[in-house]
């Protein structure tokens, strides 16, 4: 990849002291942008007056929306309402005011979780609008969804230059593991490494193990967001993901296997197995921009748990 588009660009990214930034903001510096991350201390995203003031300290010519208020399934249900009012808003403030100051390309980052609860596998962009998303992540797979009816709109309208990737379950180094908040992959972790190391006879999973999910390694998620920003300047959504599903028993196999786990398995069938199954089609990402993910889900597991035991517990 060129350095040209990215060298001496100024480029805001929210969100971009979490997880997926930590793997994020590194490469775009590496590429020579000049990378400025807001905190929630000093910029509300939920508030346009705050987003104007953001956009005119760093004055962009670059914005990637990627902060979030967001969890896990168990999150999610606890906190619907906040989770929808707080991603609806930042994500309308910071499109809005893009629009008002004239910055030259916004990056919105939505979620495989606005598709519809049964859409058919492999998920294609063109099915997004065909049902209701699966109830329990609904708030927030809907409130990131009007940022690409807004994008889209802004570009009818103002001719406004933005592009929506649909990003997939994502893991890795610097994840959350407070099981609280934890997505499925961080959670398992945390369960089986503990009760290795606590040489625990049983582990507790939620569901039944028959629903789907597609994963992709963070380092991933962060070079296609980052060829997306050089390479793609339309307001078709994009799915980002690896292109192959794992149902969760098999995942809860493998993360056994790695672990060296010898004890029983309980699956806690009181709670959601949530959407059926996840597995993107992962095609327009690549003839679009040219991404294909290129870790494999046991390499990033491995990465993902020595980064557990020796910087989460460490």
Sequence with gaps: MGNDFFSGRRIIVTGGAGFLGKSLVPMLEKRGAEVFVP????????????????????????????????????????????????NLMMGVNTTHAAMEMGIEKYVGIGTICSYPKFTEVPFREKDLWNGYPEETNASYGLS??????????YREEYGFNGIHLLLVN??????????????????????????????????????????????????????????????????????????????ISELV?????????????????????????????????????????EVSLRKGLLRTMRWYKEEWKG
Excluded at 50 to 73: C, E, F, K, S, T
Excluded at 253 to 265: A, V
Aim: proline fraction near 4%; glycine fraction near 8%; hydrophobic fraction near 35%.
């Design 170 to 247: 994502m893991y890795g180094p610097h994840d959350n593991f407070d099981l609280d908040r934890s997505h499925v992959i961080p959670a398992l972790i945390r369960k089986f490494v503990d009760a290795v190391e606590e040489d625990r006879d049983e582990v507790t999973v939620w569901g039944s193990g028959s629903a789907s999910r597609e994963f992709l390694y963070v380092d991933d998620a962060a070079r296609a967001i980052t060829l997306a920003t050089e390479r793609y300047d339309s307001s078709e959504p994009v799915n980002v993901g690896a292109g192959s599903e794992i149902k």
């Design 253 to 293: 196999e493998l993360l056994r296997e790695l672990t060296g786990y010898e004890g029983s398995i309980a699956w806690d069938t009181s709670k959601p197995d949530g959407q059926p199954r996840r597995c993107l089609d992962t095609s327009r990402a690549k003839e679009a921009f040219g991404f294909e993910a």
């Design 144 to 153: 990131k969804k009007m940022m690409l009816v807004q994008s889209q709109a």
């Design 39 to 86: 905190r929630s201390r000093d910029y509300d995203l939920r508030s346009l007056e705050d987003v104007r003031r953001l956009y005119g300290d760093a004055d962009p010519q670059v914005v990637i929306h990627m902060a979030v208020n967001g969890g896990g399934i168990g999150y999610t249900r606890k906190h619907p309402g906040s989770v929808f009012y707080d």
